[in-house]
C-alpha cells in the first residue's frame, strides 16, 4: 500500500497555484545555472516527457524548460499582497503594484544571502529518497532520481542544510507581504498529530505549509493533467490523486523517466550537480513552474560571479 508523507500533501497542492484574481504567487527560488551538467540534465528529463507525450498522441505535457519555463528549486512560494489596491477596476486585479513591489523586493535585499550559507556546503545534486513511502518497504533504497505522483513528475534534490538554511532566512523578510487572511488548506485537518497542528500553524504564520520540516526541495521536470482545458485544471485536488495514479495515466511518464535514469545513473559515477549561485524571484504558473522572463530581481550568492544570460535578464511583469 502506498501513502504519501504528509509534508507532500502540502507541497502537491501549492504546485498548482497559479495567479489568478486577487492573487499575485511569487515563487523565490535557486535557478538552475545554464552551464552544468544538472542543467542538462533537468532539461533532458523534460524533453522526453515532451517526446513521450507527442509520441502517445496525448500533447497533455504542459511543462516547457526550453521557452516557456525556468528550471529551478522553489525555497518559498506564497501569494503576496501587491496587487493594485483599486477593487472595483476589474482590469487591475492581477497588476501589481510597483510601490508595494519595491518595499517587497528591498525586503528580500536585507537577507545576505552569502552570510547564511557561510561555513555549508551548498552543493546541488539529485537523491533517489522518493516522495512516496511504502508500508513495509524501504524507499529510500530505491534507483530513481525522480518522482511521479498524481500529474506531477519532478527530480528529487538532496535535502541540504544550504537550502534549508536559505528558505528559512527568506520567511521572515517577507512574512508582511503575504496574503491576510491565509487560509489552511483543506488536507491539513486529515492529518495525525502533531504534523496537523504543524501544518495548520506554518500556513498561518508563513503563508505555506511547505517550509521548515514541510520543505521538500525538488526540480519539478513536468505536469500532465488529464483535465487540462476544463475548469478543473486550474486547482488539482488532492482527492483526485488516486485517479491520476493509475496505470494507464501514468505508464509512459514512466517508460520516459526510465530512460532518462538510466542515462543519469551512468552520470552519477563521474558526479552531476550543481551549485547554488543565486537566488531570484519571479511568477508562479502551471504546476510549480516559474514563467520564463518573469524574473524581477536575482541576488547573486557566494563569492563566484555568475551573471543571467540574456534571456533570463531581470524584469518586471505587470
Given at each position: 500500500?502506498?501513502?504519501?508523507?504528509?509534508?507532500?500533501?502540502?507541497?502537491?497542492?501549492?504546485?498548482?497555484?497559479?495567479?489568478?484574481?486577487?492573487?499575485?504567487?511569487?515563487?523565490?527560488?535557486?535557478?538552475?545555472?545554464?552551464?552544468?551538467?544538472?542543467?542538462?540534465?533537468?532539461?533532458?528529463?523534460?524533453?522526453?516527457?515532451?517526446?513521450?507525450?507527442?509520441?502517445?498522441?496525448?500533447?497533455?505535457?504542459?511543462?516547457?524548460?526550453?521557452?516557456?519555463?525556468?528550471?529551478?528549486?522553489?525555497?518559498?512560494?506564497?501569494?503576496?499582497?501587491?496587487?493594485?489596491?483599486?477593487?472595483?477596476?476589474?482590469?487591475?486585479?492581477?497588476?501589481?503594484?510597483?510601490?508595494?513591489?519595491?518595499?517587497?523586493?528591498?525586503?528580500?535585499?536585507?537577507?545576505?544571502?552569502?552570510?547564511?550559507?557561510?561555513?555549508?556546503?551548498?552543493?546541488?545534486?539529485?537523491?533517489?529518497?522518493?516522495?512516496i513511502v511504502e508500508h513495509n518497504d524501504d524507499s529510500n533504497n530505491n534507483d530513481k532520481f525522480y518522482t511521479i505522483n498524481g500529474a506531477f513528475t519532478m527530480l528529487n534534490v538532496q535535502n541540504t542544510p544550504c537550502l534549508k538554511a536559505l528558505s528559512s532566512a527568506i520567511l521572515d523578510p517577507v512574512e508582511s507581504f503575504v496574503k491576510r487572511p491565509i487560509i489552511v488548506p483543506s488536507w491539513a485537518a486529515s492529518l495525525p498529530e502533531p504534523e496537523r497542528s504543524a501544518a495548520i500553524y506554518r500556513s498561518r504564520k508563513y503563508g505555506s505549509p511547505n517550509v521548515k520540516e514541510g520543505f521538500l526541495p525538488h526540480l519539478t521536470v513536468g505536469f500532465d493533467d488529464p483535465s487540462r482545458g476544463s475548469a478543473a485544471s486550474a486547482t488539482y485536488h488532492h482527492s483526485s490523486h488516486a485517479d491520476m495514479n493509475s496505470e494507464t495515466s501514468m505508464q509512459w511518464r514512466e517508460d520516459a523517466m526510465g530512460q532518462w535514469n538510466k542515462g543519469f545513473a551512468l552520470l552519477m559515477n563521474d558526479g552531476c550537480s550543481s551549485m547554488v549561485k543565486g537566488i531570484a524571484v519571479g511568477r508562479n504558473s502551471i504546476g510549480g513552474t516559474v514563467l520564463a522572463n518573469s524574473r524581477m530581481r536575482y541576488w547573486k550568492v557566494?563569492?563566484?560571479?555568475?551573471?543571467?544570460?540574456?534571456?533570463?535578464?531581470?524584469?518586471?511583469?505587470?
Amino acid at each position: 500500500m502506498m501513502m504519501m508523507r504528509p509534508s507532500l500533501a502540502a507541497f502537491l497542492l501549492h504546485l498548482t497555484i497559479i495567479a489568478i484574481s486577487h492573487a499575485i504567487y511569487l515563487d523565490i527560488h535557486v535557478p538552475l545555472p545554464n552551464d552544468d551538467c544538472l542543467m542538462t540534465q533537468t532539461l533532458r528529463a523534460n524533453e522526453l516527457l515532451r517526446s513521450y507525450s507527442s509520441n502517445q498522441n496525448y500533447d497533455s505535457e504542459q511543462v516547457d524548460l526550453f521557452s516557456r519555463h525556468v528550471p529551478h528549486i522553489t525555497l518559498f512560494l506564497a501569494d503576496f499582497d501587491l496587487e493594485l489596491d483599486d477593487s472595483n477596476a476589474s482590469e487591475s486585479l492581477s497588476q501589481l503594484n510597483v510601490t508595494k513591489v519595491d518595499s517587497f523586493l528591498a525586503a528580500i535585499s536585507t537577507i545576505n544571502f552569502t552570510q547564511v550559507i557561510q561555513g555549508l556546503d551548498c552543493t546541488v545534486s539529485l537523491s533517489t529518497q522518493s516522495f512516496i513511502v511504502e508500508h513495509n518497504d524501504d524507499s529510500n533504497n530505491n534507483d530513481k532520481f525522480y518522482t511521479i505522483n498524481g500529474a506531477f513528475t519532478m527530480l528529487n534534490v538532496q535535502n541540504t542544510p544550504c537550502l534549508k538554511a536559505l528558505s528559512s532566512a527568506i520567511l521572515d523578510p517577507v512574512e508582511s507581504f503575504v496574503k491576510r487572511p491565509i487560509i489552511v488548506p483543506s488536507w491539513a485537518a486529515s492529518l495525525p498529530e502533531p504534523e496537523r497542528s504543524a501544518a495548520i500553524y506554518r500556513s498561518r504564520k508563513y503563508g505555506s505549509p511547505n517550509v521548515k520540516e514541510g520543505f521538500l526541495p525538488h526540480l519539478t521536470v513536468g505536469f500532465d493533467d488529464p483535465s487540462r482545458g476544463s475548469a478543473a485544471s486550474a486547482t488539482y485536488h488532492h482527492s483526485s490523486h488516486a485517479d491520476m495514479n493509475s496505470e494507464t495515466s501514468m505508464q509512459w511518464r514512466e517508460d520516459a523517466m526510465g530512460q532518462w535514469n538510466k542515462g543519469f545513473a551512468l552520470l552519477m559515477n563521474d558526479g552531476c550537480s550543481s551549485m547554488v549561485k543565486g537566488i531570484a524571484v519571479g511568477r508562479n504558473s502551471i504546476g510549480g513552474t516559474v514563467l520564463a522572463n518573469s524574473r524581477m530581481r536575482y541576488w547573486k550568492v557566494g563569492n563566484d560571479l555568475f551573471l543571467p544570460h540574456e534571456h533570463e535578464a531581470q524584469a518586471v511583469i505587470i
